[in-house]
C-alpha cells in the first residue's frame, strides 16, 4: 500500500482516538469545560436522603439542570443543596417549589421543581425558599407504626 | 540413583529454572532500554512510527470496533432484564458504561490487542530474525533495537489506550441502540443517569490508564518474544503462542492489581 | 614477492555453545585483497566464525583483528562504524522483505551517508548492473528466485564499496546455472573492487575453484591450509575425506555411541540420554 494511504488511516486512527476521548468525557461522564450557559440558585433541605452531585433537577419531568453541589450550612444545620438551571430556563418564579423525588423504587433521586405564582423570576444566587426533604422510607415506616400503636 | 539425589536434583532444577527467568527479565529490560532511550532521528523515527501505527493500530480497529457494538449490546440487553426487576431500568446507561470504562473495554481490548497485533509483532520480527534480516541490519550499521524494535513499541503504547477508547465508545452506543430503540428506555434517563454516575477522573482516566499499562505490558512481551525466538519456523509458531498466552495471563494479573489500586481503596 | 599485509587475524580462537566446543583453537591470517575460503563440514562453526570477524558473537578466549584492531574490544558505537567497512552475503540473502529490491540495495547508502537521492540512484543502478539485475529494480524479494535475491543482496553487501565482502555459503542451495553466475561474479568483482573477500562454504569443486587461500577446519580445529593446489594434493586424511567427500574416514559417520553389540545385548530398556 502507499505510504500516503497509510498515512491517512492512521491520521484518521488518531482522529477517531481524540473524537472517542472527547465523547467519553462529554456524552458519558457529561464533563463539561465551561459553566456558561447556567445559572446557581439553592435550596435548603432537612434531609437530602441520598441526593448525590449531578442528580437531575427537573420541571414537570424535563430535565432543566443539575445539583452541583451539597453541603451543610452550619447556621441553621440543614443541608445546602446547589443546583444550576439551563439559562434558557429563566422563567422560574421566586416562590418554586422543589422537592427531593425517587426515580422508580430504587431509583436514583432527583429534584423535582414546581412554579409559583409571582411575577419575579430565580436569578443567579436567588434561594428557594419552599423546600420538601427526600421520603426516607424508615421514616416513614417508623411514623406508621408510631401512629398504629398510639390509636 | 537415591532419594536425596533426586530431591537435589529438584531443587537444583528449580534454582536454574528461577535464574533463567531473571536472566530473561534482564533481558527483555535491556531490549526496553535500548529501544526506547535513545536519541530518535525525527524524519526516518516519525515514518517508521507512522507504519507500525497502521499494522498495529489501524488493522485492529475493525475486530475493535464490532467487538465494541456486541459487547454494549449485550450488556444492555442483561442490564435491562436483570435491572427491570427492581423498576430500575432506566439505570441501564450506568451499568452499561461503568463496566465498559472501568473493566471491559480496557481488558478486552487488550485481549483481543494481544491476539491480534502482538502475535503478529512477534512472528513478524521472529520470521526476521530467522531469514537473518536483524544479523542483516546489525551488518549494514543500523541497530534492529532502534530500527525495528522501537518503532514498534511506540506504536503499541500509542494504540492501545486509543482502541480502548473507541471500544468503550462504541460499546456505549451499542448499549443504547439496544436499550433505547429496541428495550424502550427513555433516551434523556439513558445518559442523564450515566452521566450522573461516571466520573471522568474515577473511571474514564483510570480505565485509560488500565489500557496504557496493558499496551505497555503486550507490546513489551510481543518483541521480546520475536527477538528472542528460536528461529525456525516451529520456534516462531512457539514464540507466537507465548505471546498470546503470557499477554492473557500478565493482562489479568494487572487488571487486578490495578482495579484493587484504583477503586478498591486498599 | 610483496608483503601480504593481513587485514583479518584470528589468534587462538576458543569458543563454547553451551557445553558443546565450537572452537579449541582456531588461528586463521587473511590477507588484502585476496579471496579466502574457509571450508569445513557442517557444524564445525563456520558461519559462527564469520559473526566473530563481524562482531555479532564475542569469542571466550583469543583475538579477532580487523585491520590490527581487535573486535570484541570495541564499543557498540565503533562497532557499527567498522561494519560499514563490511558486507556480508547472509545464507538467505536476508533481503528486507516489506521493501522493493531497488530500497534494499540503497538502504545502507541512505542510513549510512548523506549522499544526494539521485546519486543514490545512480550507485544503486551501477550495484545493480554489475550483478545483472538492474531490470528488477522494481520487483519485491518475493517475487525473485532464490539466486536472484541473492544476487541483489551481494549488490546490497557492496553498496558502499566495503574493504572486505563476506560470503556465508553462497552457492548452498543454487541450481548449476545460479552457481556459476556467483562463481563468476565473486570473482569479477574481487578483481574489480579490489576488496578483500571471506567465503564459508562447503561445496569444494566451486570453492576451489575461486579462492586464492582455503582453510578447513574440523573438530574445531583448522586441519589444513594453503592454495587450492596445495589443499588437493594435501596427504591428510580429513582433507581428502572432506574433499572427495568419502561418507566414512577421520569425520565418522556415527554418531559416538556405546558398543553396539553391548547395547543390544544388554539389559535396559529404552536408550540412555
Known amino acids: 500500500m502507499h505510504t500516503r494511504t497509510i498515512e491517512i488511516l492512521v491520521g484518521l486512527f488518531l482522529i477517531a482516538g481524540v473524537v472517542a476521548a472527547l465523547a467519553l468525557a462529554i456524552n458519558v461522564s457529561g464533563l463539561t469545560g465551561s459553566n456558561n450557559g447556567s445559572y446557581k440558585v439553592y435550596a435548603h433541605f432537612e434531609n437530602i436522603g441520598g441526593l448525590t452531585k449531578k442528580a437531575e433537577v427537573t420541571l414537570a419531568g424535563v430535565q432543566i439542570g443539575t445539583v452541583t453541589q451539597i453541603s451543610i450550612d452550619a447556621d441553621l444545620l440543614v443541608a445546602k443543596v446547589e443546583m444550576e438551571i439551563f439559562s434558557e430556563v429563566n422563567y422560574l418564579s421566586i416562590d418554586s417549589s422543589v422537592q427531593i423525588l425517587t426515580a422508580g423504587l430504587l431509583g436514583g433521586k432527583y429534584i423535582g421543581l414546581s412554579v409559583g405564582a409571582e411575577d419575579e423570576v430565580l436569578v443567579e444566587g436567588s434561594i428557594i425558599e419552599d423546600s420538601q426533604s427526600a421520603l426516607v422510607l424508615e421514616e416513614l415506616i417508623g411514623k406508621f407504626l408510631f401512629d398504629k400503636v398510639s390509636e | ?266 | 614477492m610483496a608483503i601480504i599485509e593481513n587485514i583479518i587475524e584470528i589468534n587462538h580462537l576458543k569458543f563454547r555453545r553451551g557445553d558443546r566446543v565450537i572452537f579449541k583453537d582456531i588461528n586463521i591470517n587473511i590477507p588484502q585483497g585476496k579471496i579466502t575460503a574457509i571450508m569445513g563440514p557442517s557444524g564445525s562453526g563456520k558461519t559462527t566464525l564469520l559473526k566473530m570477524i563481524g562482531g555479532q558473537l564475542s569469542p571466550e578466549q583469543g583475538e579477532v583483528l580487523v585491520g590490527g584492531v581487535s573486535v570484541a574490544g570495541l564499543s557498540r558505537k565503533e562497532l557499527f562504524a567498522m561494519r560499514k567497512k563490511m558486507g556480508m552475503l547472509f545464507q538467505s540473502g536476508a533481503l528486507f522483505s516489506e521493501m522493493s529490491v531497488f530500497d534494499n540495495v540503497a538502504f545502507p547508502l541512505t542510513v549510512n551517508t548523506d549522499l544526494e537521492p539521485s546519486l543514490i540512484r545512480d550507485i544503486v543502478l551501477m550495484k545493480l548492473q554489475a550483478v545483472g539485475l538492474r531490470g528488477a529494480a522494481g520487483l519485491m524479494p518475493s517475487e525473485l528466485s532464490g539466486g536472484m535475491a541473492r544476487r541483489v543482496a551481494l549488490a546490497r553487501a557492496i553498496a558502499l564499496d566495503p574493504e572486505i565482502v563476506m560470503y556465508d555459503e553462497p552457492f548452498a542451495g543454487q541450481d548449476p546455472i545460479g552457481m556459476g553466475v556467483l562463481v563468476t561474479l565473486i570473482k569479477k568483482l574481487n578483481q574489480s573492487l579490489g576488496h578483500t573477500s571471506v567465503i564459508i562454504s562447503h561445496d569444494i569443486q566451486e570453492t576451489l575453484s575461486i579462492a586464492d587461500y582455503i582453510h578447513i577446519m574440523a573438530d574445531g580445529v583448522v586441519v589444513a591450509s594453503g592454495t587450492a593446489r596445495e589443499i588437493r594434493e594435501s596427504r591428510s586424511a580429513e582433507v581428502q575425506q572432506f574433499i572427495n567427500g568419502h561418507p566414512d574416514g577421520p569425520v565418522p559417520f556415527h554418531y559416538p555411541a556405546e558398543n553396539f553389540m553391548q547395547q543390544l545385548m544388554g539389559e535396559k530398556v529404552g536408550i540412555d540420554r
Not at chain 2, 173 to 187: C, H, R
Not at chain 2, 212 to 221: H, P, R
Open chain 2, 1 to 266: 540413583m537415591n532419594i536425596s539425589n533426586k530431591i537435589m536434583d529438584g531443587i537444583a532444577s528449580m534454582g536454574r529454572g528461577l535464574l533463567d527467568n531473571l536472566a530473561g527479565l534482564g533481558r527483555a529490560s535491556m531490549v526496553l532500554v535500548h529501544a526506547l532511550f535513545v536519541w530518535p532521528q525525527p524524519k526516518t523515527s516519525f515514518s517508521l512510527v507512522v507504519k507500525q501505527l497502521y499494522n498495529v493500530g489501524v488493522k485492529s480497529l475493525l475486530i475493535i470496533v464490532v467487538s465494541g457494538l456486541f459487547i454494549g449490546m449485550v450488556l444492555g440487553l442483561q442490564g435491562y432484564t436483570i435491572l427491570v426487576d427492581f423498576g430500575s431500568e432506566q439505570s441501564v446507561g450506568q451499568m452499561v458504561a461503568l463496566s465498559l470504562v472501568r473493566e471491559l473495554a480496557p481488558v478486552v481490548t487488550a485481549l483481543l490487542f494481544a491476539g491480534r497485533a502482538g502475535s503478529a509483532l512477534t512472528a513478524e520480527i521472529g520470521l526476521m530474525k530467522a531469514t537473518e534480516q536483524l544479523a542483516s541490519l546489525e551488518m549494514i550499521g543500523v541497530d534492529p533495537l532502534r530500527r525495528i524494535v522501537a518503532p514498534r513499541l511506540w506504536a503499541g503504547f500509542i494504540s492501545m489506550p486509543i482502541l480502548s477508547m473507541i471500544f468503550a465508545i462504541v460499546g456505549v452506543y451499542g448499549g443504547a441502540l439496544v436499550s433505547i430503540e429496541w428495550l424502550g428506555v427513555f433516551s434523556g434517563s439513558y445518559w442523564s443517569v450515566m452521566q450522573g454516575a461516571v466520573d471522568f477522573y474515577d473511571d474514564i482516566l483510570n480505565g485509560v490508564i488500565k489500557a496504557v499499562v496493558f499496551g505497555f505490558a503486550i507490546t513489551w512481551i510481543a518483541v521480546y518474544q520475536g527477538l528472542e525466538s528460536v528461529p525456525t519456523s516451529e520456534g516462531i509458531s512457539q514464540s507466537t503462542t507465548r505471546t498470546v498466552v503470557y499477554s492473557s495471563l500478565i493482562i489479568l494479573a494487572l487488571d487486578f492489581v490495578l482495579t484493587a489500586l484504583m477503586f478498591g481503596d486498599v
